[in-house]
């Protein structure tokens, strides 16, 4: 039961975060441009300007901060009700995780040229993390949608307990990996031009951390421990944990993102189990056809969960 | 002779690591929308499973076995840093698709799980032979869940076009789609023992 409520109490948080967390993006962005979805870029002039000026778009320059030379050709321009803010319409979607710079030429309020403005536009830090927590947790849910970790996922959901249980070990030893593979990767092996031996340092990482979660649930919880029995050290051989060092040395993450990927990962993951387990636990009262009854059915429930998180494919905050 | 033929066909359908061990079935699902990247994934897990029993089976008398776990890791890792590099050159754009998968090989509970039961214990050429056949046994899963999803899904076959353009199933080439596959095809190997010996087999160890 406590780790029922644990788990209402950071859901609790979240929701009371969301709101929070607006202003603190908007005021990221004062000064600067903001990227509407992935095709359009916000620019706030702070005056007044003419229409007829605001609505050419060769007046307006945008290139991605590293390549001046490239330049991006502006669809449309709309101007809002006040005439204070220009919104910037392109054909192909922007890469929302880069820097792009917007040179307006000639700025022109109530007949006059007041000069030239540039724009710095970037996504915010916080919106980096939190679109890659989403991704992880939902989105591209690791067991649902990257199927992996299927192992685990079959063996410990047979009880919510259990379940969550597994789920808290879980993201606490994939953050935990995620950091020091990160540190390993970045300070060790890419100074030395190790690069290829990462596939056995990350094993030997995530060996260290199970052993740590071992040692510790043993002493802090025994009843768990010996639930979890045989799971806890197959840990170290499951592929959920592997993957996300692999991922994050693949997409080249700072530290805060592989932090996030980490925590993302350990809570879809923790989702997963639980959604299954409630579903086992009335299957085992159903009349199942015997050829059907064990694990079949698990991978039919399994899909039928794979399904509905396709529902969130489309799901985008920023 | 007919003892390893007999290796060879244990892997293949009587102890298939898919659908009988239940063994690794993360990959199973994730790489077979199409037949060519089950058979890539599949010729690489070929590849790790052979040369991993047969270094374990010549060196198995100098491993300690209270250290043997972590010396069969550094092993398997070794073949899989191997492959890793090799499988880029022969076919870039399916490696593209199946890379993350092929790192971890190294965690793939089946390679391990031979090691520890076959060729721990027996010398080189049987633990040759079986681990030749659990990995054709895991090539014929994995080929065999690709073919149907392909077939449904798209409705093609190894990338042509085989049903005129007809796509009858698209949720099958969708992550719901393996599930669903692997579930049915269990459920019809457990019919099929069924049939034969008169008794439902006990579900597989799922890990």
């Known amino acids: 039961m406590k780790t029922i409520r644990f788990f209402a109490a950071v859901a609790a948080m979240l929701v009371l975060l969301l709101p929070a967390a607006g202003p603190t993006f908007a005021a990221a962005a004062e000064g600067a441009g903001a990227f509407k979805k992935d095709k359009a870029i916000e620019i706030p002039f702070g005056v007044p300007v003419d229409e007829a000026w605001a609505k050419n778009p060769a007046n307006y320059a945008v ?3 590293p390549d001046p030379d490239i330049k991006i050709p502006v669809e449309t ?23 792009y710079v917007v040179d307006a030429k000639d700025v022109t309020s109530a007949g006059k040229v007041i000069g030239s403005r540039s724009f710095l536009i970037k996504k915010s830090q916080a919106q980096v993390l939190f679109t ?9 849910n690791f067991v649902f949608t990257k199927y992996l970790g299927l192992c685990i996922f079959f063996g410990v959901s047979q009880k919510k307990e259990t379940a969550i249980g597994m789920g808290i070990t879980f993201t606490l030893v994939m953050t935990l990996t995620a950091i020091f593979a990160w540190l ?9 031009h190790l690069d290829f031996l990462k596939i056995i340092v990350f094993i030997g990482t995530t060996a260290i951390f199970v052993q740590f979660a071992d040692t510790i649930l043993r002493k802090v919880n025994p009843y768990l421990f010996k639930k979890l029995g045989v799971y806890l050290v197959l840990i170290v051989t499951n592929c959920i944990i592997l993957a996300v060092p692999l991922i ?69 905050i920023f | 002779m007919i003892k390893y033929i007999k290796l060879l066909w244990n892997g293949l359908i009587p102890e298939n690591p898919i659908f009988r061990l239940a063994l690794s079935l993360c990959p199973a699902v994730a790489v077979t929308t199409s037949v060519a990247n089950g058979l890539m994934l599949g010729l690489a897990v070929v590849f790790v499973q052979v040369f991993s029993s047969c270094t374990v089976a010549i060196f198995r008398s100098f491993i300690h076995p209270r250290i043997r776990i972590p010396a069969y890791v550094i092993v398997i890792a070794l073949w899989v840093s191997v492959i890793d590099m090799i499988l880029p050159v022969i076919s870039p754009e399916v ?9 971890l090989i190294v965690v793939f509970a089946i390679i391990i799980s031979r090691l520890e039961l076959f060729a721990s214990k027996q010398p080189l050429v049987p633990s040759f032979f079986d ?20 077939l449904s899904g798209a409705g093609q076959l190894f990338g042509y076009d085989v049903l005129g353009g007809v796509k009858p199933l698209l949720v099958m080439i969708l992550p719901t789609g393996g599930f669903f596959v692997i ?6 190997f457990n019919w099929l023992e069924y049939k034969i010996t008169g008794k439902i087999p006990a579900s597989g160890g799922g890990h």
């Open chain 2, 95 to 103: 490696y593209d698709k199946v890379k993350l998968f092929v790192k």
């Open chain 1, 63 to 65: 290139y991605e901060k």
């Open chain 1, 248 to 316: 994050q040395t693949d997409s080249g993450y700072g530290p805060l993102q592989s932090i996030s990927l980490g925590v993302g990962a350990g809570v879809g993951f923790a989702i997963a189990l639980f959604l299954m387990a409630c579903v086992r636990e009335k299957l085992e009262v159903c009349r199942v056809p015997p050829t059907f009854a064990g694990l079949p059915i698990a991978f039919i429930v399994t899909g039928l969960f794979a399904l509905a998180f396709l529902g969130f494919s489309g799901l985008s």
């Open chain 2, 131 to 150: 681990g030749l056949g659990m990995g054709i046994g895991f090539l014929f899963g994995l080929c065999l869940i690709g073919a149907i999803r392909e």
């Open chain 2, 183 to 188: 579930g049915f095809i269990m459920a019809t």
């Open chain 1, 77 to 99: 321009v709309s101007l809002d009700a006040r005439k204070t803010t220009a919104t910037l319409g392109f054909k192909d979607p922007l890469n929302t995780a880069a820097e």
């Open chain 1, 184 to 192: 390993l990767y970045n300070w060790v092996l890419k100074p030395l």
């Open chain 1, 132 to 140: 890659i927590i989403l991704g992880a947790m939902l989105i591209n």
